[in-house]
């Protein structure tokens, strides 16, 4: 059986796929706040990320502490096979929605 | 740029997380956006959001624990009631000692009222039997609401070592939630009346029940400093 996720959640997993190595806590939030264009609370993108590390969808490891964080270390998150998967199926699902809806497609109502 | 004082005290806030698996990183995070010019307002919201989000996500999570805690610490409110009484009674012994409780006149259900009347009725007695005696039993009033708050707060914490931040903070805010609308009325009452007895009972009441909260906060700090000490549940 397949997982749902959340519009937030997919916001999550596309930015991971975008930031590749880089990807930890203040780097996910900036991009999805750039590409979304309003503020999210850094708690909410780590209770995503629970969300998804539970259903198997991203991976985390431990990276080294550095001064600017007060000595706290970055938690880095990388998409798995099965988050990619997600996505894939996610996009295919959302595409075969938007057809046949043009109006919508060229910002009328 | 933030200053360090307000920056410390929304990591100290933060620290009711402490226990959830991505503490560091969060604080860590916010660190490093405050590091990168977040405005003061900024940190504060994300401290706030984070607070509330997981307080709520808690409280649903472990909603049976959650009432649990609450059934067990206003189970005790009537104790409460009578035990004050009893201090207020005793202070004024002599003068005009009259049994604990008339069931017959107060309803057992008021004994688990913040504002139960019995008290201001006894605080009228002990105002009449003159100023130490007035005195003496506002200051018993106060003592014993930090010592029932912080001995029910600890009650509470000691039955749910894992969740005792999230259930102290919740029969807090319940018990802040029951007081307000009282402390409202009787402010009100008291402003339209002008007459020195109504605000003093407004006063009172306010005192108390300001105590009663500190005393829950001061149980949920005590506790977990003792399960910090010990590094396990208390």
């Given at each position: 059986?397949?997982?749902?996720?959340?519009?937030?959640?997919?916001m999550i997993?596309?930015a991971l796929?975008r930031l590749?190595?880089e990807a930890y806590g203040v780097p996910i939030a900036k991009e999805i706040e750039t590409r979304s264009g309003r503020e999210i609370s850094v708690?909410?993108v780590?209770?995503?990320?629970?969300?998804?590390?539970?259903?198997?969808?991203?991976?985390?490891?431990?990276?080294?502490?550095?001064?600017?964080?007060?000595?706290?270390?970055k938690?880095?998150?990388?998409?798995?096979?099965?988050?990619?998967?997600?996505?894939?199926?996610?996009?295919?699902?959302?595409?075969?929605?938007?057809?046949?809806?043009?109006?919508?497609?060229?910002?009328?109502? | 740029?933030?200053?360090?004082?307000?920056?410390?005290?929304?990591?100290?806030?933060?620290?009711?997380?402490?226990?959830?698996?991505?503490?560091?990183?969060?604080?860590?995070d916010l660190?490093e956006f405050?590091?990168e010019g977040r405005?003061?307002?900024w940190?504060?919201?994300q401290?706030?959001?984070?607070?509330?989000?997981?307080?709520?996500?808690?409280?649903?999570?472990?909603?049976?624990?959650?009432?649990?805690?609450?059934?067990?610490?206003?189970?005790?409110?009537?104790?409460?009631?009578?035990?004050?009484?009893?201090?207020?009674?005793?202070?004024?012994?002599?003068?005009?000692?009259?049994?604990?409780?008339?069931?017959?006149?107060?309803?057992?259900?008021?004994?688990?009222?913040?504002?139960?009347?019995?008290?201001?009725?006894?605080?009228?007695?002990?105002?009449?039997?003159?100023?130490?005696?007035?005195?003496?039993?506002?200051?018993?009033?106060?003592?014993?609401?930090?010592?029932?708050?912080?001995?029910?707060?600890?009650?509470?914490?000691?039955?749910?070592?894992?969740?005792?931040?999230?259930?102290?903070?919740?029969?807090?805010?319940?018990?802040?939630?029951?007081?307000?609308?009282?402390?409202?009325?009787?402010?009100?009452?008291?402003?339209?009346?002008?007459?020195?007895?109504?605000?003093?009972?407004?006063?009172?009441?306010?005192?108390?029940?300001?105590?009663?909260?500190?005393?829950?906060?001061?149980?949920?700090?005590?506790?977990?400093?003792?399960?910090?000490?010990?590094?396990?549940?208390?």
């Amino acid at each position: 059986m397949r997982d749902n996720i959340g519009n937030f959640e997919l916001m999550i997993l596309l930015a991971l796929i975008r930031l590749g190595d880089e990807a930890y806590g203040v780097p996910i939030a900036k991009e999805i706040e750039t590409r979304s264009g309003r503020e999210i609370s850094v708690a909410s993108v780590y209770a995503a990320l629970d969300r998804l590390a539970t259903k198997q969808l991203v991976s985390s490891e431990l990276g080294e502490p550095t001064p600017e964080r007060g000595g706290r270390a970055k938690r880095y998150f990388r998409i798995t096979a099965k988050g990619l998967r997600e996505v894939r199926d996610t996009r295919r699902v959302l595409l075969k929605f938007w057809e046949g809806i043009p109006k919508l497609e060229r910002g009328g109502a | 740029m933030m200053t360090s004082r307000s920056a410390m005290a929304a990591t100290w806030l933060l620290r009711y997380l402490n226990d959830t698996p991505h503490f560091d990183s969060i604080v860590g995070d916010l660190e490093e956006f405050r590091s990168e010019g977040r405005s003061q307002a900024w940190y504060w919201r994300q401290t706030l959001v984070a607070v509330a989000s997981h307080f709520a996500r808690d409280i649903w999570k472990h909603k049976l624990l959650a009432f649990r805690g609450l059934a067990v610490a206003w189970a005790l409110m009537p104790a409460y009631n009578l035990g004050r009484l009893l201090a207020v009674k005793a202070s004024i012994a002599g003068r005009s000692f009259t049994p604990l409780l008339d069931f017959g006149r107060t309803p057992a259900l008021h004994l688990f009222e913040t504002s139960f009347q019995e008290i201001p009725r006894s605080l009228g007695v002990a105002r009449n039997a003159g100023s130490p005696h007035f005195l003496a039993a506002c200051a018993i009033l106060v003592v014993i609401a930090v010592i029932f708050g912080a001995a029910t707060s600890l009650i509470v914490g000691r039955l749910h070592p894992q969740h005792h931040k999230t259930i102290i903070a919740l029969y807090a805010l319940t018990m802040l939630i029951t007081v307000l609308p009282n402390a409202g009325s009787l402010t009100l009452a008291a402003y339209s009346s002008r007459k020195f007895g109504s605000v003093l009972h407004a006063l009172i009441y306010c005192a108390n029940n300001t105590a009663l909260i500190t005393g829950i906060v001061v149980g949920g700090f005590l506790y977990q400093r003792a399960a910090e000490r010990s590094n396990r549940p208390f």
